[in-house]
């Protein structure tokens, strides 16, 4: 019997990058400034003391989401979402179906679990869900879909009718919705309203900026939801309550925080696109949602690249073999427009100079 994963190698690799100042590796909007919103320690509520399933949270996310909040589970972002949620799903032995390529912990997490893992392909250059690439991959033994919408790394964005036929596949579905939010233009509502074979995680990290609250949560039926709160009883007892206070401030002020990330990755997704158009050496489908394209480098190896870059270019880029395709890369587009420009030149300085 094969030892089960016990850590995330993309996530190590990641938090130990030497910073640089062209973060095309980057995968979240620039961090929102919580003083912005004029907050005080008594906002906090900083008793010592914490709050059982904090009743106002739950319903400050159950109102954006458009769910009761007997719906709602918190967590300590979405990693920790995704992480309850399989768990709360997924037995050892059992079949999980998961698309690819996929985001690394994902698969870390169901390596964990003891999960057996089968895949279904998404296929470049766009990467869309293909319910009929999907069904053809489920078995009887399914136990579980895993998705990501929009689709991490590509960006890709699956709508409610290619999510409605794989609900109609049968087993429950997982749908990491963390970019969700960063389909402006088809501003799309949680899978969990289409169907309750559904079980979606989010948070406030990578459209708002806010990774550092840890403002995570899963949605899901309540028979299930409560499975999902015993289980982070186990693992944490009970979330930060200052955390929570924090989250519950946040989402009241969605607007603000938000304000003008839609103008700023509509523009920088231009700034790409028209990049990519240029580039006889990289293949890409165009940016038309989200925050990150995944490319793929025709001649040359995107490890090489991103070393290049680092040491000599001072940007980032995000290797493929992190998400199963070694000759591809990621890059995220929700820095300012003037670092994705400049971060954008020197990548090509680099794919150059690698020519």
Not at 50 to 69: M, N
Not at 122 to 127: E, L, M, N, S
């Amino acid at each position: 019997m094969n030892a089960r994963i016990l850590q995330s190698d993309y996530m190590h690799w990641a938090k130990n990058q030497r910073p640089v100042r062209y973060h095309l590796a980057s995968s979240e909007v620039p961090h929102f400034a919580l003083e912005r919103l004029e907050l005080t320690l008594a906002d906090l509520d900083l008793t010592g003391a914490s709050a059982y399933r904090y009743p106002p949270l739950r319903q400050a996310i159950a109102a954006k989401e458009g769910v009761p909040p007997e719906w709602v589970v918190a967590a300590d972002g979405t990693s920790m979402a995704n992480m309850l949620a399989m768990a709360a799903l997924v037995a050892p032995g059992d079949e999980v179906l998961v698309e690819q390529p996929t985001y690394e912990p994902m698969l870390a997490v169901l390596g964990f679990l003891g999960a057996r893992i089968t895949r279904f392909e998404r296929r470049a250059p766009a990467f869309e869900l293909d319910p009929e690439e999907v069904a053809r991959a489920v078995t009887p033994a399914t136990k579980l879909i895993v998705i990501t919408n929009l689709h991490n790394p590509s960006g890709a964005y699956a709508d409610e009718k290619m999510l409605r036929s794989i609900a109609e596949l049968g087993p429950r579905i997982l749908v990491d919705e963390v970019y969700r939010d960063a389909a402006f233009e088809e501003a799309p509502r949680s899978a969990v309203r289409l169907s309750d074979r559904f079980v979606a995680t989010n948070s406030l990290t990578k459209v708002y900026g806010l990774s550092g609250i840890r403002c995570g949560w899963i949605l899901a039926e309540p028979a299930l939801a409560e499975r999902m709160w015993r289980l982070n009883e186990l693992f944490g007892v009970a979330q930060v309550h200052a955390g929570e206070r924090l989250g519950c401030i946040a989402l009241a002020h969605l607007d603000e925080v938000g304000a003008g990330t839609a103008e700023r990755l509509a523009r920088n997704r231009a700034l790409a696109n028209a990049f990519f158009a240029r580039r006889s050496d990289v293949e890409c489908a165009p940016m038309v949602h989200g925050i990150t394209a995944f490319p793929r480098l025709l001649p040359g190896d995107p490890e090489t690249l991103d070393e290049l870059l680092r040491a000599r270019f001072d940007t980032s880029i995000v290797p493929g073999r992190w998400f199963e395709m070694p000759d591809h890369f990621r890059i995220g587009v929700g820095g300012p427009p003037e670092i994705v420009e400049e971060g954008l030149a020197r990548l090509g300085k680099a794919l150059d100079e690698c020519a």
